[in-house]
């Protein structure tokens, strides 16, 4: 009998320019003023790019919103199981079940 094995959960882009601009932060801090100037500006673009993605995301999101308040509700159920099943970490899982139990409340107040 084989045991299934939890996924791990994979970092994302936006995780490895977090992790980047924590350690280019680190390394400012022993570094000569021409380095630490150099580290600022990358940090800046870190961010940049960072602040980016999210707006990325948002408008993406926005118009997967805007797809299932216009979709059945035989699209909406599936598209919700499949969304479920894509997660790979137990504390995604638990926000789902939060908002689902959230949206339950609202539906049957």
């Known amino acids: 009998m084989t045991t299934a094995t939890p996924k791990q959960h994979t970092a994302s882009t936006l995780d ?19 380095v630490a100037d150099n580290i600022d500006a990358a ?6 790019a960072a602040d980016d ?9 926005d118009d997967w919103q805007q797809t299932l308040e216009q979709a059945g509700d035989d699209l ?23 908002e ?3 949206r339950q409340a609202e539906l049957t107040a």
Request: hydrophobic content about 30%; glycine content about 4%.
């Open 16 to 34: 490895h320019l977090q992790h980047a601009a924590t350690d280019l932060d680190k390394a400012r801090g022993k570094a000569s003023q021409d």
């Open 43 to 48: 940090l800046t673009r870190i961010r940049e």
């Open 53 to 61: 993605m999210r707006s990325r995301a948002k408008e993406q999101t």
């Open 76 to 98: 909406r159920v599936e598209i919700g199981r499949r969304s479920v099943r894509a997660q790979t970490s137990p504390e995604a899982l638990k926000e789902l079940t939060s």
């Open 100 to 102: 689902i139990r959230k």
